[in-house]
């Protein structure tokens, strides 16, 4: 009997991860290539297109040689993808510029004006949040700086799209990678003609629109060579990395929410239609055409461990510098972290917002360094869930997923702190695995989006410690009040 398999192929900020699963959403293999983010000035996050694409191909190339084709039978790819990016092109669709990721700051300034006038009229009809990491946003500053490639492009397009153009010579974006462009209007599902008057662009140097299940053209001949694997597998365009990481702990109904956290990290809910929080605290993001995701993102997840790490001049890996805080007390001895070393986007919007130890003593070891920074982390996803309910009510389940996830430790700290009991699935491929679900909604394997929940393994469930959260309760009070008063010193 043929074993039906499907692949994720989940393009993020650090790495393009490929992998292979059955279609019970058992990982059967998973492969992964390091992407390198350069900063040309200060504040400044790029990425070099051609070698996003060569580790996406290579990611690729890598997991197909787990099928054994006498045996196996590849059903379709899924495409997950970072949201955020912005590339120009030209006429013939060859970069002009570097890919501007998420986390450039550049365009600090634009937001600020924008955010002034008329961002909050933008905001309401994109529900992408006026804030550096949007192209938006990056546009503006494009043109405010005279910044010479724009003014040559021909096309303006994400690292996802021109991964698509290489591969299968079309211009498409799916819902859920256009509404973070904030040029897409969430009510129309059409690009935006306001953001694109703001931006001084035209609709037809933008991509099509297309659903998540949308099956593409075949893939280019000599790539299909290169890969090892027939043109005539069905790549299915998929969908941004935040949805599907949603989509794949199952976390698709109303209260069940989902927190990611691998480098940066977010809190999202799906919702029917297309709310909008009126104090412009979350996005909302569409996804199909009755469904969007909304939440709050954080640009501090991973990343200010890691930054402690290299602080520290630390050897060990994660593990280890995670273990120094296992016997440090709920609270770390007075010690508040915030967690604003990257800048932020939620709950602040304030790329300009900077990290603070609350609290030193001398007593202080580097252990609680590490457990203040672990529960800054998790406070601050706290402090974002509070918008979101504003929006979405409270919720009644809680998935996490990504890279931090495999920390026992934070992810205890993080049920105490919301207080609810935490579901962490086998895997901590979410993104990869809506990516291969999506993949095989397009192909008719399965009908439903929702369907997926039968194919979730959900590997524990932490339970929160009351003492802990009534502690972190008050602390919480204290990490809100810090926020606000050192944010006039940003």
Request: charged fraction near 20%; proline fraction near 5%; aromatic fraction near 10%.
């Given at each position: 009997m043929v074993k039906e398999l499907v692949i994720g192929l989940d393009i993020g900020t650090t790495s393009a991860k490929a992998v292979l699963f059955d279609i019970e959403g058992k990982i059967i293999a998973e492969t992964e290539e390091m992407i390198e983010t350069i900063?040309?000035?200060?504040?400044?996050?790029?990425?070099?297109?051609d070698d996003v694409e060569r580790c996406a191909k290579e990611a690729l190339k890598n997991i197909i040689k787990h099928i054994d084709p006498s045996s196996e039978k590849l059903l379709g790819v899924g495409f997950s993808c970072a949201m955020h990016s912005l590339l120009c092109l030209d006429d013939k669709m060859a970069p002009l510029s570097n890919v501007i990721i998420w986390s450039d700051g550049r365009s600090s300034e634009q937001a600020d004006k924008l955010n002034k006038a008329e961002g909050k009229t933008v905001y309401l009809n994109t529900g992408t949040p006026i804030h550096p990491m949007s192209p938006f946003v990056k546009l503006v500053w494009m043109d405010e700086t005279n910044y010479e490639a724009k003014?040559?492009?021909?096309?303006?397009?994400?690292m996802k799209e021109y991964i698509l153009w290489k591969w299968f010579k079309q211009r498409v974006v799916d819902y859920s990678m256009a509404s973070a462009t904030g040029l897409?209007?969430?009510?129309?599902y059409q690009w935006d003609k306001q953001a694109l008057a703001l931006a001084n662009i035209k609709e037809e140097q933008l991509s099509e629109i297309v659903s998540p299940e949308t099956i593409l053209a075949k893939l280019d001949k000599q790539l299909a060579r290169e890969i090892g694997l027939s043109e005539d597998v069905p790549f299915v365009i998929g969908a941004a990395d935040g949805q599907l990481a949603n989509l794949g702990d199952g976390a698709i109904e109303p209260g069940e929410v989902a927190i990611s956290v691998g480098t940066s990290g977010a809190i999202r809910q799906f919702a029917k239609g297309a709310p909008i929080n009126p104090n412009r605290e979350t996005f909302t993001y569409a996804f199909?055409?009755?469904?969007?995701?909304?939440?709050?993102p954080t640009n501090n997840g991973g990343i200010a461990l890691q930054?402690?790490?290299e602080i520290l001049n630390f050897d060990g890996d994660h593990a280890a510098l995670i273990a120094k805080a296992e016997n440090v007390p709920t609270g770390a001895d007075g010690l508040i972290f915030l967690p604003y070393?990257?800048?932020?986007?939620?709950?602040?919007w304030n790329q300009r917002a900077k990290g603070n130890f609350f609290g030193l003593q001398i007593e202080h070891r580097d252990g609680h360094l590490v457990k203040a920074v672990l529960e800054g982390i998790a406070l601050n996803l706290y402090h974002i869930s509070q918008s979101l309910e504003k929006v979405a009510g409270e919720p009644n389940r809680i998935c996490v997923n990504g890279g931090l996830a495999k920390s026992e430790l934070w992810v205890q700290i993080l049920a105490d702190?919301?207080?609810?009991d935490v579901h962490l699935s086998e895997t901590h491929h979410g993104a990869a695995w809506g990516a291969a679900w999506t993949a095989l909604v397009g192909v008719g394997k399965v009908q439903s989006y929702q369907d997926i929940k039968?194919?979730?393994?959900?590997?524990?469930?932490?339970q929160p410690n009351q003492s802990n959260h009534e502690r972190y309760q008050q602390i919480f009070a204290k990490f809100v009040g810090l926020s606000k008063d050192i944010a006039k010193y940003f």
């Open positions: 900063h040309p000035e200060i504040g400044w996050a790029e990425q070099i297109p003014h040559e492009a021909t096309y303006f397009v994400s897409f209007n969430i009510n129309t199909a055409n009755d469904t969007s995701i909304i939440g709050g930054w402690l790490k070393v990257n800048g932020e986007r939620a709950p602040v702190i919301f207080g609810k039968q194919h979730i393994a959900i590997k524990k469930v932490i």
